[in-house]
């Protein structure tokens, strides 16, 4: 069975300053990770994916996020955010040869200041 | 694109009625799940489908039953509403393993149910 752990339910930030959101999972097999937005009063919409290959995953809108294995870890990461980046984000893992399930993290709200 | 409808985007029902949530898909995809969202809890999976009339449990059914008989169209049923129950409900679809699968579920924007 899979876990996701978003460190902070909450991050205040403001604009052009950088940001990083914590994920940690965990997990007895090969993980499929994801990270997805959710605007006010809207779905969810994907960010960026890890599948395979290069540990560093470049996504929408400026985020990239970083898989490390050692470290069971896919933080998230802007270098300037905008006022039109606050949204709530999920980390979100699922096993690999499990049917494409998701485990959702418990949600990071993101508020940027002017 | 990918597109997830979903029929309501705002619902208040009665306690012990009995509620449909709707969603479609247009993508032609295998799979397809229901999810509810509360603050701080994330989104948890009630039920998923494989395929026409497939369905499996995800972690919170109680409650909940589901129907699938059209691969574009999954419904969330509530047999007898509760207080409970009120919450953000999520549509999503993905299509099936092994195929041109990318392992992206897509969302609908989501009903929010009142149950008073």
């Known amino acids: 069975a899979q876990s996701v752990t978003q460190l902070d339910s909450q991050v205040p930030v403001f604009e052009e300053a950088p940001v990083e959101l914590r994920c940690n999972y965990s997990?007895?097999?090969?993980?499929?990770l994801f990270w997805y937005v959710q605007y006010p009063n809207q779905g969810l919409q994907l960010l960026l994916k890890?599948?395979?290959?290069?540990?560093l995953v470049k996504g929408i809108n400026g985020f990239e996020a970083e898989f490390n294995k050692s470290q069971t870890s896919f933080h998230l990461r802007k270098p300037s955010v905008h006022i039109s980046d606050t949204a709530e984000y999920f980390c979100a893992v699922s096993g690999r040869y499990q049917g494409g399930k998701l485990i959702f993290g418990q949600g990071t709200e993101l508020s940027v200041k002017p | 694109d990918v597109k997830v409808t979903q029929s309501s985007r705002y619902l208040v029902k009665r306690t012990g009625e009995k509620v449909f949530l709707e969603c479609v898909q247009d993508m032609d995809h295998e799979n397809m799940f229901w999810y509810r969202q509360d603050p701080g809890l994330g989104l948890r999976l009630i039920y998923f489908s494989y395929d026409v009339k497939m369905k499996e449990k995800g972690d919170i059914p109680e409650g909940y039953s589901v129907s699938r008989e059209k691969k574009e169209r999954f419904s969330l049923i509530l047999e007898s509403a509760s207080t409970n129950q009120t919450s953000m409900y999520l549509c999503a679809s993905r299509a099936g393993i092994g195929t041109r699968s990318s392992y992206e579920q897509y969302f609908g924007p989501g009903t929010r149910l009142t149950v008073t």
């Open positions: 890890y599948l395979s290959g290069s540990t």
């Open positions: 997990s007895s097999v090969s993980v499929y």
